[in-house]
């Protein structure tokens, strides 16, 4: 089932305690759209400017990754973001962005995108996350993610967004500030009660909590102890569990369950090289079969 | 099967962002006493001043707990404790400690404990430890706990405890200042290469690890939003998991499992309320309960 993603698509600069990496392929709608290409394809609505090479795109492509709605603006710069990683490696401090062509982002979903059920709002500003939405036909899922700055300078946009979209993925720092509440179950059913028939919670190295009126849950994160780079976590989660939904065409409660636990497995593997290299080793199997090992794990008899 | 306990039993004075408690029993010996007796009946080696008063005692024998290893030292105070919680519930700080009587700790196992197959070494000296060690006769299971002052101070000390015991339990930034990995799965390798058969790597909020050659995994915390008091959820997690293999009479990786979750489960209730107010309102049936809800959260079908 066609599954829609429109955020960012970027340089990283990653700087880590033990290696660092210049100018490598990132942005939100890069991992989202590699992670869900395991489980579905996919169409990225994006833009750059015309430093983006070409191979890159082909790359994508050969993911079942439709870029038929990546503007490509002349004169214009991509996204440029770069970052530290402090030894815990959960902690990171933002060293530069430049926004460039991002910064006037004014998405364009085509013609033959409009038609897409799911739809995937990577973190951007909740006015242009709206703009999708205006452009989508009756989508039957849309989540969307967000972060502190839209939180702060944009706080009634997220409001009236989140009575539009099924779910909310964010991270616990994000939430805590979103409702004020410290615990993070009661920062969950807070964002519940604004709209969304979910919330997704992301912790990190700590795993993923769900909400929803039926049912709170939260997931752990898989036992890695090969983390290279965190980089694009939360955007490969969101993007193996769209995918995985996108795949099974169901969103009831039960496949949002293994959907997270896709999300969480994707996003494990991520972060044991930087950009998108670890993901471009592994296939699908190698997800199924950490699907087994953490079931597995989880499995209380 | 027998279960032995040997720790500390006190009197502790809470202040959290919303309630504070004064003098209230509390110690490691004590959690873990009450946790434990859910599931089977607890020998407890402690000592107390002359200010312990008789109803807690009584409490406790009215648990199953068998208390003939209480030594009370007239003419001493009982070791008292008070705390601060941040607002965020997870991180404390210590106000003041008056170990008292607590100091000179020298634990007697009496003669009937003596053949204790189940032995859990509450948070205290490596050396005090060891001495409980040398005093019982060829247990089979023994699980100690241990926390930064002993890590710092008693290094070589707790290195050859760990040679002795077949489980140490400990918190995550224990586990990093143990190893210096900031990496938590890392950190638990490095101990298991010390000498016992597991790990178990507690992050409060953030659910428990476990480390043994053949498995390393994670369990999530209970998803609770009634976190009142934090105190004793280290103790009382350890005792549901020691009462649970005691009453079970097997420590095989199986049951280790289903202990973890136990004991995760009782802590659960634990910091629902101070002391052990919580606990005291619960019976086994309780736990039961929220294991059949905790294993449905984690099952992925």
């Known amino acids: 089932m066609s599954l829609l993603v429109v955020g ?38 994006g833009v750059v400017g015309e430093d983006w090479p070409e191979e890159h795109t082909s790359m994508l492509q050969q993911r079942q990754v439709d870029m038929a709605g990546l503007q490509i603006v002349p004169g214009s710069e991509t996204f440029r973001w770069s970052g530290k990683y402090l030894p815990n490696m959960n902690d990171r401090e933002t060293l530069e962005v430049h926004l460039n062509v991002f910064g006037d982002f004014d998405p364009i979903v085509p013609e033959d995108f409009k038609n897409s059920p799911y739809v995937f709002l990577a973190n951007g500003s ?5 703009k999708v939405l205006e452009q989508v036909d009756n989508p039957q899922l849309v989540v ?11 706080h009634d946009e997220l409001l009236e967004l989140l009575e539009k979209v099924d779910g909310l993925v964010l991270n616990d720092s994000e939430a805590k500030l979103f409702t004020g509440e410290e615990n993070l179950i009661k920062a969950g059913h807070k964002i519940l009660s604004m709209g969304p028939r979910f919330v997704i919670v992301k912790k990190g ?22 983390v290279v780079d965190p980089t694009g976590a939360g955007d490969s989660f969101a993007g193996g569990m769209m995918g995985y939904l996108a795949e099974k065409e169901a969103h009831d409660i039960e496949s949002l369950r293994e959907a997270l636990a ?8 991520n972060v044991e090289d930087f950009s998108l290299d670890r993901m471009q080793q ?8 950490r ?6 794990m989880l499995n209380l008899g």
């Open 282 to 289: 592994i296939e699908r199997k190698e997800l199924d079969e």
């Open 8 to 45: 960012s698509v970027a340089f990283d600069s990653v700087q880590t305690p033990t290696a660092t990496r210049e100018n490598v392929i990132g942005g939100s709608a890069v991992y989202f759209s590699y992670a869900a290409s395991y489980f579905n394809p996919v169409r990225l609505v």
């Open 262 to 269: 896709y999300g969480t497995l994707v996003a494990s593997y």
């Open 144 to 154: 969307a993610d967000t972060m502190d700055l839209w939180i702060r300078e944009f």
């Open 205 to 226: 190295e700590h795993g993923a909590m769900f909400f929803s009126e039926e049912q709170t849950y939260v997931l752990p994160a898989y036992p890695t102890s090969e």
């Open 291 to 296: 699907f087994a090992t953490y079931k597995k």
């Open 126 to 130: 909740p006015v242009v996350q709206m």
